[in-house]
């Protein structure tokens, strides 16, 4: 019988396709007792299936590459640890060897126990955690019992679960896989982003999905409105080819976007520069034309590897990266890691209490100036190369700013005394995504050459609302009157002062955004690869004069409400 369920759509496109139910992350493991003497046999039994688990994860984080790398494997490396963490292993052993718990029920008790504690947390990242550890216990479970741990899809079907990781959207769609249905989730979560990136549809917040599909039932999802229709009938069959149809015809659409200006109906050019962390995805920005690279994330290079990248090996990404813009401005951030990211470098501070809040960004740079003078280093020995700038993640204060400028300074003094090539200017710029940053933009305008805000960061810092955490999502947005009036501010005031100013979070990779960002000042964006010509398209739809008269209007809205009314003026076809 037909269904019509409700959801989120998180990532566009329509699938039509058989319903796999995955159910809830659960281990519904009997208590088990064994004698004292097969404690050897079972500890060895455990600590074989953790090994396997682990070599599991090196194998598919090696088989990453470009944008995947980065997304994926922070999440692999993340379990990596987790398994890797002395807690957990000393539980375990514990349960073991004085519970005398078999180790399927040990696996269970220490799972529940870890959950507990981090339920109890007042802090909403912690509390996010217990995901990973349920996929963690998960696959050691399944490695018990030589069972695949991984999930498999089967080409065709449409997956319905509670959650999804992004490591397994990556292995989904590489099988086939057509669309997900989640239960919970928010469409700017990080597994959202990822499926955007891999044009797999997304829908999340579907909390009917679960109790209603069965397993073999036919699905066609919309990722774009969220809709979830079970047993489709014949219009809605009809309606899903239609929907096949507009996606080919725009697909076709934006490939003859690839050589066109990102330039208004009135004729203002805005700049579209790429987000970067990789040759393949510099190949793709410089395939669609893209002004240049305005983020490149240099903590792929610490995060990929046990231990610190070394000068020489720095130098030779930063200077491939320059090279293979041809020209084009290339933008370095400098690292941007903390305890909130899977570091196996060794860098960041271990069980911080908030580590969002913590040691990241240039404050972990001025902390280990030995690691920052060696970045600085390879950076300034690339800018030979081509243009080049250098931008600062997480500044909250001008002495930031200050103690980087002469830090630079005597790295660039040194290099061209020992005989290296140097650029003669290397722009200095500031990551603006702390509120403080923002509001003082005033006293820190004259330290920056240029400036590139970090609306995923700003905006969870200025609501206080995490985005990885399914109860904000809805609170989690841009559109938030207190968003709008601060990026004006930011944008005005680097306007007054001549100073280039960007937006590189999600919000300039959203094509619905695009009207805001225009009627509030801006002409340069940098965004993935991926969603580039979707927002070229966007600009080229809209006429810059008539935004920015109604930009006042914008400004004045009270409300989400108020700015989705502004939005849909601006976005109504001329």
């Not at 981090?118 to 912690?126: C, K, T, V």
């Not at 990026?487 to 100073?499: C, E, P, Q």
Request: proline residues 5%; hydrophobic residues 45%.
């Amino acid at each position: 019988m037909r269904q019509s369920l409700p959801g989120q759509g998180a990532s566009r496109g329509t699938a039509l396709g058989r319903a796999r139910i995955r159910q809830p992350h659960a281990l519904e493991v009997a208590e088990e007792r064994i004698a004292e003497a097969d404690v050897p046999a079972e500890l060895a039994r455990l600590r074989a299936a953790i090994d396997l688990v682990r070599g599991e994860m090196r194998d598919m984080r090696d088989r990453l590459h470009g944008a995947l790398a980065r997304e994926v494997g922070e999440f692999l490396d993340l379990h990596a640890l987790l398994l890797d963490d002395p807690e957990l292993l000393q539980g375990l052993d514990e349960l073991i060897t004085i519970g005398r718990y078999g180790a399927d029920y040990a696996l269970r008790l220490q799972r529940d126990r870890l959950a507990s504690v981090f339920e109890g947390m007042d802090d909403a990242y912690f509390r996010s955690r217990i995901e990973d550890i349920d996929h963690v216990i998960g696959r050691v479970h399944a490695a018990l019992h030589r069972r695949d741990a991984e999930l498999l899809g089967v080409a065709g079907e449409i997956l319905v679960t509670d959650s999804i990781a992004p490591a397994e959207i990556a292995q989904l769609q590489a099988q086939g896989v057509l669309g997900i249905i989640t239960a919970g989730g928010s469409a700017l979560s990080h597994s959202a982003i990822l499926a955007r990136s891999l044009h797999l549809p997304l829908v999340v917040s579907a909390p009917e999905a679960l109790q209603r599909i069965n397993d073999g039932d036919v699905l066609v999802i919309d990722g774009g409105s969220g809709l979830v229709v079970v047993e489709p009938d014949a219009d809605d069959l009809r309606a899903h080819r239609g929907r096949k149809r507009d996606e080919k015809r725009e697909q076709q659409q934006l490939h003859r976007l690839r050589r066109e200006p990102s330039r208004t109906r009135d004729g203002v050019d805005i700049r579209l520069y790429a987000n970067a962390e990789s040759r393949e995805d510099v190949a793709e920005s410089h395939a669609l034309g893209a002004a240049g690279v305005g983020l490149y994330r240099t903590e792929y290079l610490f995060l990929q590897r046990p231990g610190l990248p070394d000068e020489e090996e720095q130098f030779r990404a930063y200077r491939d990266l320059v090279l293979g813009m041809t020209g084009r401005m290339v933008t370095i951030r400098t690292l941007d890691i903390g305890a909130d990211k899977a570091d196996r470098s060794g860098l960041a501070l271990r069980n911080e209490p908030n580590p969002a809040l913590g040691l990241r960004g240039v404050r972990l740079s001025l902390s280990r100036r030995d690691v920052f003078q060696t970045q600085l280093r390879a950076i300034v020995r690339a800018s030979a190369y081509g243009p080049l700038r250098i931008l600062v993640p997480m500044v909250t204060q001008r002495s930031e700013l200050l103690d980087v400028a002469r830090l630079l300074k005597r790295v660039v003094d040194k290099l061209r005394r020992d005989g290296h090539a140097v650029a003669r200017q290397i722009p200095l710029g500031a990551m603006i995504e702390v509120p403080a940053a923002a509001l003082a933009l005033p006293t820190l305008i004259d330290r920056i050459d240029f400036l590139s805000v970090g609306t995923n960061d700003l905006v969870q810092y200025l609501l206080a609302a995490d985005r990885g955490n399914d109860a904000l999502g809805d609170l989690y947005t841009p559109m938030h009157p207190a968003m709008i009036r601060l990026l004006h501010d930011v944008i005005s005031t680097a306007d007054a002062n001549g100073k280039p100013v960007a937006v590189c979070g999600e919000m300039a990779a959203d094509p619905l955004f695009t009207p805001v960002l225009l009627a509030l000042g801006l002409k340069e964006l940098s965004l993935h690869p991926s969603t580039l010509l979707q927002v070229r398209r966007a600009i080229r739809a809209l006429d810059l004069g008539q935004l920015r008269e109604s930009a006042p209007a914008l400004l004045r809205a009270r409300d989400r409400a108020g700015i989705e009314r502004w939005l849909a003026r601006a976005s109504e076809p001329a």
